[in-house]
C-alpha cells in the first residue's frame, strides 16, 4: 500500500504500509505539529483496513532532510522512541521519494540513523538506547 488515501472523521490521510514483521501505517504530513495524535493515533490503529491493528507514524521532512516522527505504538499508544517505527517510516520515504536510503530520524526520545541497504535489502539502525524508566509491580 503505497500512498493510499485513508478517510478518518472525515479528514483524508494518505498512508504507505510497510511490514518489518509488524504492520506500521506511515503518514507524511507538511507540519508535525498539526497533529493530534492521541486522537487520531486510535483511530487508524483500529481502522477496518487493519484487522489485525497497525502501529501509526507521523513524519514531516525537515529542511535538513531529516525526518520529524512522532509515533501511536499499536496496543500502547504515543511513544518517545520506536526504533521499528523509524526504520518503517526511512523505507516509506524512501518509496515515496521523500529520502534517500540513509535516512536521520528524529523522535520525541532522540534520533537514530536508518540505512535500508540495497545490496542485502536489510534495514540498519543506529543510535543511542537511553533508560528512561525504573520500575516495580506487586503481584
Known amino acids: 500500500m503505497l500512498a493510499k488515501t485513508i478517510t478518518v472523521d472525515g479528514k483524508k490521510y494518505k498512508g504507505t504500509f510497510v511490514c518489518l514483521g509488524n504492520p506500521h501505517l506511515v503518514i507524511f504530513i507538511d507540519d508535525i505539529k498539526d497533529v493530534n495524535l492521541p486522537a487520531i493515533g486510535p483511530k487508524l490503529e483500529n481502522h477496518p483496513l ?29 511513544t518517545m522512541a520506536y526504533g521499528t517505527g523509524a526504520c518503517a517510516t526511512a523505507v516509506a520515504a524512501y518509496l515515496n521519494h521523500k529520502a534517500g536510503r540513509k535516512s536521520r530520524i528524529r523522535m520525541d526520545g532522540g534520533d537514530l540513523q536508518v540505512h535500508w541497504n540495497e545490496t542485502d535489502g536489510h534495514v540498519y539502525m543506529t543510535g543511542p538506547a537511553v533508560k528512561v524508566f525504573d520500575g516495580e509491580i506487586e503481584i
Do not use: C, K, Y
Open 50 to 78: 487493519f484487522p489485525e491493528r497497525t502501529n501509526v507514524e507521523f513524519a514531516e521532512v525537515l529542511p535538513d532532510g531529516s525526518l520529524r516522527m512522532r509515533v501511536w505504538e499499536r496496543g500502547s499508544g504515543i
